[in-house]
């Protein structure tokens, strides 16, 4: 398979991303050359992605980490000339936190733990047994299997317990596990639980509860999301082989995942080393489910999330938290598992959660007192906040971007290599620096490419070695000034004043989810783009809509964003693999005939 890829490659690439020591200059644009270049050598994003999905198979497989990092590179190369990616900043996270609630930490990666928090208000009618707060508008899913979404993750985090979780010094640290070990050549790990773990309604938990979890997760037919991340596991492949009318190809067959006789014991067995399977071990998605419930809610198996989705009998969890209140759009509530192995650490018997798309709402509710906890701040108000000892702006892993459906109309009548052109010379239109600075205003930085700078990539050293465009203020007229140029090759005409000729008009549709901060950069945009004569329209939607829309292709281009789910490059490779179901440009996946 190395050497296959390795020919695929030199085919379809050119010299400058054969290897990871690249030449090419770190903060360039194209050149003309270069644009020429793309055009004879630019991988066919629908039907030429097997190249990619090989490499990335190549990746997984590969125990040398000093080639496992050079072939990473040469993926993000790949995703980065497709133009489809377009990186607009690194995130940083804001949020509101009062200063009598304490003991809640986080991660690098978006989550927040709120299961050992504290309340300490000395208000006469405070009440400290219940956490008030918002983290976001209506969830997507709740199913840790399901759920894509970082305000998912969280209320995950906070109502389902794995093998492993993160401490409050974001270390990674056993959770329902008392021991384990990893044979020699790092193929077989050995759990062993904890005793007397149970679900929230009494039933007893043990490792035949992981054996099920993880094979519903990792069965195509659930339609997990995240199901590719079971990869590394023995068995993966036979358990994820689709026929033409989509049927599993072996139903019988299951992820090398066994538990003991006695149900202490689980034992997992990979394809290959894996240097961050215990990081999978703290992801929600290997996180158990009660077979029971999940399967009386959804009993002919077209329905995997139906269980979780009002609180009720079927919401069975094993965290710190059980759901036991939703009042769609507008409040959740969670009260304290008694059943939690850890429930006398616990001192907070009740969440409830205000469920808003409106910023500025949640805004005036946290300065009323009627929040204790808000996660964002209207962009109107972060100047205003700045040294106030609530207002905390932390450092993630992860990258604000805008996504192209590679299979949009308006990209009709090209071929792949124009269309790659013009994507990379859309995003050269747009001013980085503007957007961090008027409307992030939390100490983003402006992103020349897709993996942010802080990402590992597993050989010890930072992944991040080069921009793919100079994303600062000071390159952005000579940025606009090579993106016509870029649109000229492709045929596209602009005057004598830089403006976009109406011999060849240009428009389309930015797809963006409420609340206000994402509408404001997506305002920022239509001007950059207006600037040179480009329409482009934008339309705002709720949440789950948008979710729903951009994950079915339903869109030209859209906002993205990527909080990293462990630190290593990988993470934010394999997600784009023909088979994802976070794969939002749809790569490999030709449109489907009307």
């Not at 596990?177 to 043990?206: A, H, I, Q, R």
């Not at 869109?555 to 462990?566: C, E, S, T």
């Amino acid at each position: 398979m190395k050497k296959l890829t390795a020919l695929l490659l030199a085919l379809v690439m050119c010299v400058g991303l054969v290897a990871c020591g690249s030449t090419s200059s770190s903060s360039s644009t194209p050149s003309s050359s270069s644009t020429a270049q793309v055009e004879e050598d630019v991988i066919d994003p629908v039907n030429g992605w097997d190249v990619y999905d090989d490499l990335i198979d190549q990746i997984r497989t590969c125990t040398d980490t000093a080639e496992r990092a050079e072939l990473m590179h040469q993926a993000e190369d790949i995703l980065m000339d497709t133009g489809a990616l377009m990186p607009l900043y690194f995130y940083t996270d804001i949020y509101l936190q009062k200063d009598y609630l304490t003991n809640v930490y986080w991660t690098p990666f978006g989550y927040k733990y709120f299961m050992f928090a504290e309340l300490n208000n000395t208000a006469a009618d405070a009440d400290n047994t219940t956490l008030r707060m918002y983290l976001a508008s209506e969830p997507a899913k709740l199913d840790p299997a399901l759920n894509s979404t970082v305000d998912g993750a969280i209320l995950a985090i906070n109502s389902f317990a794995g093998l492993f979780t993160y401490n409050a010094d974001q270390e990674q640290v056993p959770d329902l596990v008392s021991d384990y070990t990893v044979s020699e050549d790092g193929m077989t790990y050995t759990f062993t639980l904890l005793d007397d773990l149970k679900w929230s309604n009494g039933d007893p938990l043990d490792a035949n509860d992981f054996v099920y979890s993880w094979n519903r997760a990792a069965d195509p037919l659930t339609a997990s999301d995240y199901g590719y991340m079971f990869a590394p596991i023995k068995g993966y492949a036979e358990v994820t082989e689709m026929d033409e009318e989509g049927n599993r190809v072996n139903p019988d067959a299951t992820l090398a995942v066994t538990a003991s006789e006695d149900g202490k014991t689980l034992t997992v067995e990979l394809e290959n080393p894996c240097a961050y399977f215990l990081d999978l071990c703290a992801f929600p998605t290997f996180f158990p489910v009660h077979q029971a419930s999940v399967e009386a809610a959804d009993p002919d198996g077209t329905n995997p999330g139906a269980w979780a989705l009002e609180p009720g009998e079927n919401f069975v969890c094993n965290g710190a938290y059980v759901l036991t209140g939703w009042n769609h759009n507008s409040s959740m509530t969670y009260e304290k598992n008694p059943n939690y192995h850890r429930a006398d650490e616990v001192k907070i018997e009740k969440q409830e959660l205000m469920l808003s798309s409106d910023e500025s709402a949640t805004f005036a509710a946290y300065n009323a007192g009627d929040l204790d906890f808000a996660d964002g701040v209207p962009t109107a108000e972060i100047a205003n906040m700045e040294g106030n000892p609530e207002y905390h702006v932390i450092g993630t892993l992860g990258t604000y971007y805008v996504s192209f459906n590679v299979n949009s109309s308006m990209f009709d009548g090209m071929t792949p290599a124009e269309a790659a052109t013009l994507r990379k010379a859309l995003a050269l239109f747009v001013d980085r620096d503007y957007i961090v600075t008027n409307i992030g205003q939390a100490d983003q930085v402006p992103a020349g490419s897709f993996i942010p700078a802080g990402c590992l990539d597993g050989n010890g050293n930072e992944f991040k070695n080069k921009d793919y465009f100079d994303p600062s203020a000071e390159a952005f007229e000579d940025n606009v000034a090579k993106g016509i140029e870029m649109m000229e090759s492709i045929g596209y005409v602009f005057d004598e004043n830089g403006m976009l000729s109406s011999e060849t008009p240009l428009s389309f549709t930015y797809l963006v989810n409420t609340p206000g901060s994402n509408v404001d950069v997506a305002v920022a945009m239509q001007a950059d783009y207006a600037a040179v004569g480009i329409d482009m329209q934008i339309s705002e939607m709720e949440w789950n809509v948008f979710l729903n829309d951009r994950k079915e292709g339903n869109f030209d281009v859209a906002r993205n964003g990527w909080l990293m789910d462990f630190n290593d490059a990988f993470n934010m490779l394999e997600m784009w693999t023909s088979g994802s179901g976070n794969n939002d440009c749809q790569f490999g996946k030709p449109p489907v005939e009307e």
